[in-house]
């Protein structure tokens, strides 16, 4: 699951806590627009589209360390490739709220055996950005059948 780092109220559009003076509706590169479950278009700004109900929901993200592990000649194979993080559904059940329900969802980063400890350690340490790895060298006991799919 990603981790909640900060909600804000309806209408409110400032991540006081993590980014005091932001404006979510302009601060980010880019937007998905959503409607009816299908993304419609992707936009640098949606401060015409913020409406007085809505409320944003600031996620953690593992791509928070990356760069971290790349200082640390531990560079994901994944953005060497100029690529994204693989993702696997697990057979993890998520406790779920109202219409939020489901696995979880990993992604899985190859390590050789002998960098475990330290990708480990690295990772570890952002407990808001997933943190440690869930699972390491066997997917089969979290639900992953084909890492190559």
Do not use: N
């Given at each position: 699951p990603c981790p909640l780092l900060e909600s804000t109220?309806?209408?409110?559009f400032e991540a006081a806590q993590l980014a005091p003076g932001s404006d979510l509706r302009t601060?980010?590169?880019?937007?998905?627009?959503?409607?009816?479950?299908k993304m419609?278009?992707?936009r640098?700004?949606?401060t015409?589209?913020?409406?007085?109900?809505?409320?944003?929901?600031?996620l953690g993200c593992?791509?928070?360390?990356?760069?971290?592990?790349?200082?640390?000649?531990?560079?994901?194979r994944h953005v060497e490739e100029k690529r994204n993080?693989?993702?696997?559904?697990?057979?993890?059940?998520?406790?779920?709220?109202?219409?939020?329900?489901?696995?979880?969802?990993v992604s899985m980063r190859p390590y050789k055996a002998e960098d475990m400890a330290e990708v480990t350690k690295i990772t570890g340490e952002y407990p808001a950005a997933h943190g440690r790895p869930v699972q390491i060298g066997k997917p089969l006991?979290?639900?992953?059948?084909?890492?190559k799919s």
């Open positions: 109220e309806s209408g409110v601060d980010l590169p880019k937007y998905c627009v959503w409607r009816d479950g419609i278009e992707e640098t700004d949606i015409e589209l913020w409406q007085s109900d809505m409320r944003a929901f600031l593992s791509f928070t360390w990356e760069d971290i592990l790349a200082a640390a000649k531990l560079e994901p993080v693989p993702m696997f559904e697990t057979s993890i059940k998520l406790k779920g709220v109202g219409p939020f329900q489901g696995h979880m969802v006991e979290i639900g992953i059948q084909d890492v």
